[in-house]
């Protein structure tokens, strides 16, 4: 699920913290949310690092501090810098437990935030706990429809998933889209990617066929909103490969992991783990298909590609492609 990168913040400063200051700060916390949303992931953890700087500069709020600290540790998530994400949203966490305590909305957020990376990082234990956490405390102090809410409750949905709790999962997902779809406006790639996630739990529960046509919906959704070639269009693509494998549609499964392939090669590169995990995948349907020969190398390859990215990010063999492999 893809991470809440912005939390509403009421600008409170002091008079001795200069408004162009704050106008700068603001200008460029968009612009890195404006960049990420056009998948270029280096301007926008450039201009988050400069809106970082502005904020620790200035003498803004302890919140608009925690703001940015999030900002930048969603992006390094998004370019598979796993440890600098974490580092990031460890350091938000402090900052917001000094201005809001521990059982605050933002804090609740942030910690969402965390709680979805040790997931993408394949540490389910410590991620379903985190986020099992954060839900609680969301809902104490958030409406039931909110997008916060909705995207904890992905996320832990994720998880469930994964440990083949597929009732609790589905119920998650089904309360997240609800939620999403209530605000149509406001959040159209989470509704994508959520009606995804129920198309790969309805393979989970041995109903692939029926799943297909959410999963299609879910890429169709998502392509139109952010464009042909984002990065979030990836794990889509990947899990419409693996369904379409299922039903024996093997020539769209080629077509589908081949389009997933060709975006991680342009937009995230070979470090990211990603990418590694995805050709994996595609070794398999290589395998299944009766291609041995390209299917060695495309493992090799993948294999490498996980190990590197795994000393870059910290994540070590942590690493898990289980969830692309839904």
Not at 64 to 84: H, K, P, T
Not at 142 to 153: F, K, N, S, Y
Not at 261 to 268: A, F, G, V
Request: proline share 2%; charged share 25%.
């Amino acid at each position: 699920m893809r991470r809440r990168s912005v939390f509403t913040l009421v600008i409170l400063f002091s008079l001795h913290t200069a408004v162009a200051q704050v106008v700068e700060w603001s200008q460029a916390k968009l612009l890195g949310g404006r960049l990420r949303d056009l998948g270029d992931y280096a301007g926008s953890l450039s201009a988050y690092r400069q809106a970082l700087l502005l904020a620790e500069q200035s003498g803004v709020s302890k919140r608009m501090l925690a703001s940015s600290l999030n900002d930048l540790a969603v992006i390094y998530c998004d370019m598979g810098q796993y440890r600098e994400a974490e580092a990031q949203y460890t350091r938000a966490l402090d900052v917001l437990e000094t201005a809001e305590g521990r059982y605050g909305g933002h804090y609740a957020t942030v910690l969402s935030n965390l709680g979805t990376l040790y997931l993408q990082e394949g540490r389910l234990t410590e991620g379903e706990a985190t986020l099992r956490t954060a839900l609680e405390r969301q809902a104490k102090v958030l409406p039931g429809d909110d997008l916060d809410l909705a995207a904890t409750r992905s996320s832990l949905a994720q998880s469930l998933l994964r440990r083949k709790q597929n009732a609790e999962g589905v119920r998650l997902l089904e309360e997240a889209l609800a939620a999403y779809e209530r605000h149509p406006d406001e959040s159209p790639m989470e509704a994508a990617i959520t009606l995804g996630n129920l198309g790969v739990a309805r393979r989970l529960t041995k109903r692939n066929a029926e799943g297909i046509p959410m999963l299609e919906r879910a890429a169709r959704d998502l392509e139109a909103e952010m464009g042909p070639d984002h990065p979030v269009l990836i794990p889509s693509l990947n899990n419409l490969a693996t369904a379409y494998t299922l039903e024996r549609r093997m020539e769209d499964a080629a077509g589908a992991f081949r389009r997933a392939l060709s975006i991680c090669e342009r937009k995230l590169g070979a470090e990211h783990p990603t990418y590694g995990m995805v050709l994996l995948n595609y070794s398999e349907f290589l395998k299944k298909t009766g291609q041995k020969k390209e299917a060695k190398t495309a493992e090799s390859q993948a294999r490498a590609m996980l190990k590197a990215s795994g000393r870059r990010s910290g994540a070590g063999m942590t690493v898990d492609a289980s969830a692309f492999r839904r």
